[in-house]
């Protein structure tokens, strides 16, 4: 049996079954029908199996851990995606984000298919242990980051509309307000330890995203998850450097990289703690967050030369 | 009058204190050194890309003058990018100062009453069995089996107090207080170490110490060139191992340590597996070819021993590789540009010449002057003196003759291989304050401040007893962990405690 067409297949059939359960789950957002949610939850599951499958197998066919190259890292990245969306939407009780959550994944294998090669050995450089434990960590990291992204994108959507709505309100007095979607006023999150924190909304109207407030919070925790886990994959990488380079750190574009993603959200942490920073401001943040992410991915593997430009 | 002028001299001072003791301004520095490294990783490094800087210079002189007075080469050493950091440093200092006074100040003392504990965000009231004393009790125990602190609250006797949760500003002290040691450890390291690059022939040996390196090392500003350690390293093989497939598997160099004539330890140094000896480690870190090279001329040996060469295929291992012989004894001086195909057969087809099948050393002899005065590079000859003067190529074992009783030969094929040598003493340090980045970071980010009050006044036969709660984070999930404890309060109170 080809294992390599094996993992291809699977991998063409998780993106398959990810593009239905996507359109599954924006069906349900739109018009709150808990049959098709039931549906999307199936199809996403489905479609991990396959990913697995497909990560698995490609690790045979190629006799080493299944993540030594930008494809299998991105196909990687994007199971981790849906399968954190999967633990999210259980601890969180948000369930109608999946159609998001599945095409930044999508996105990702999108990506992974560009970068594509045929499995085959590591070069010595990256024949060590550390591989499992640095990029394993990355890899976690980065999607959480990702899943963090898609959030905040999603607040700062729903943000601007319950701004526009609440200075309607304000303008023409009273009603105006039942029209806000999830029940939530703008708010200030972290402000006075006494003002009711909204609850998530389990089913909001149909068509509706969750409050501001609630993807404010999911974006939040999401991040501050991914950040100890990046830490880690950045101090795990530091050392696997020194063993391999001779030195804990270099400047290579790939660590620069890295160190401005870490700064930029733990900017983005600090943000959410700083009056005035609060909210948009810090969502902005962890945009840029995103960007040098994907930049770290992208560019810096594939343009600019460094050490790590072998990890294509 | 200047009392006046130190005054605001002062005050201006105390206000650039404040400022940089804000949050915000924390926030800002972090973001532009955040934006400093962008320009590091755009702009060539002198310390990461030479060639690149050095290109930059041939193509675009103007641009590199101005990226060089900027200090854009050499981003993380700049003035500016040191400012950026110190001043977070200070910023930083300047924060935790005040924190770690008043977290041991919060540590030290008892929970605060509270008087009225209606008036907080979570409330509940119930009334139970018993008398008040034995309420507040089953309470105590309660909460500290929940792993609060707890105390009677001074001077209320009615009532108890309970925090939880200072994990949370302790993590964030020890997250932030380890940065202070990783930049110790950085400069510590540093300023004790040194890293070199050094090549050695199969057969051939290294003594560590100033004068053998390729180039002399990068040494700390507090190594001298006389601590280097002085133990030998001889270079017993060195072998590339192949897949089937042609990519490298493994680089390996096997090794003798000695300390003076003593054989200390034997070694094989691999990619990602380096030796280490005293203090100092060697990383594999390059390697190739090193023909054994003897000129004689009327039967007088001119120059014999291996000759490094290089290629500029490294990668792909299609091209011949490079080599020069300087014989400046000769009459006029001679040079010798030497061309290496370790596999002619696999040249020719355009395959990758991976190991030595009948080696063949094409040469171009140069005669004239090598103006050996001026500054040497020992894989180029310096040709304006010189003018070509005869050709020819011999194989593995064979000899050529020259004008002149000049004879070359070229007795055997060996490899050399590169190490980057490298002090480090701070790796140590830099990496436990990694390490304790992480432990503070986990509670400082998950972690959550609450606290809880009880009161119990009798009512009736029985008492009644208030549960007052407060959450600074995590309100929500606080909310069902003060119901849980509300319950349990209650029945505790009816049923008995669970044994
Ligand atoms: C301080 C040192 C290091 C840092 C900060 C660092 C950072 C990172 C980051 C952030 C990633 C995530 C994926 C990406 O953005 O491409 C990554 C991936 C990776 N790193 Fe490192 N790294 C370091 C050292 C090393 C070393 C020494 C090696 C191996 C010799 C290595 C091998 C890899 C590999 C194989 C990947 C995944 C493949 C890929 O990027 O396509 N890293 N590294």
Redesign the interface.
Known sequence: MNLTRVSNFAFGLALLLYVVAMAAYFHHLAFRRSRVRIAAVALTYAGVLAHLASVITRGFAAGRVPWGNMYEYSSIVGLLVVAGYLVVERVSKVRSLGGFALGAAVLAMAGATMVYVTP??L???L??Y?IRIHVVAAMTGSSLFILGFVFTLLYLVRDRKERREAARAVAEPAPALAAVGGGGLPHDLAAS??E??P?PDPEPRPGWLPAAAVLDRLAYRTI??G??IW??AV?AG??WA????????????KE??S??TW??F??Y???R?????RGRRAAV?AVVGFA?LAFNLYA?NLV???LHSYAK | MQTRAGETRYQSLMSVWRTLRSMRMALILLLVVGLASVAGSLVPQFANSPQRVAAMYRDRPLLARVYEAAGLFDVYGSWWFTLAYVLLLVSLASCLVPRTRGLIRSLRQRPQPARDLEGLRHFATATVPGRPEDALERARRLFRRRWYRVSRADGDDQGLAAEKGSAREVGSLLFHSAFFLLLVGVVYGKGFGFTGQVTVVEGGAFTEAHANYDVPPAEGRFYSENMHRGFQVRVLDFEVRYRRSGLPRDFVSRVEVREGARIVRTAEIRVNQPLEHDGVKMYQSGYGWAPLIEVRQDGRLLAGGPVVFVTDGSQDQRKAWRGVVKLPSVRPQVGLELRLLPDPQAFVLGAPMLEARSPFLGFTAYRGDLRLTAAQNVFTLDKRGLREWEEGGIGIGQRAQLPGGLEISFPELRQYTQFRVARDPGTGIVLAAALLVLAGLIPALFSSRRKLWVRAMPEGDGTLVQLGGVALQRKAAFEDEFQAVARELVEVARVGEPR
């Open positions: 085959g050995p070069v010595p450089a024949n060590s550390w330890p006494d009711p924190e609850r501050a998850f950040f100890p830490t880690f101090i530091a050392i020194e063993q391999a380079w001779g030195r804990y750190w270099g400047w290579d574009p620069v990289w160190f401005i700064v930029v733990a900017a942490l600090h943000a703690a700083t009056v005035g920073w943040i040098a810096v600019i030369p460094g």
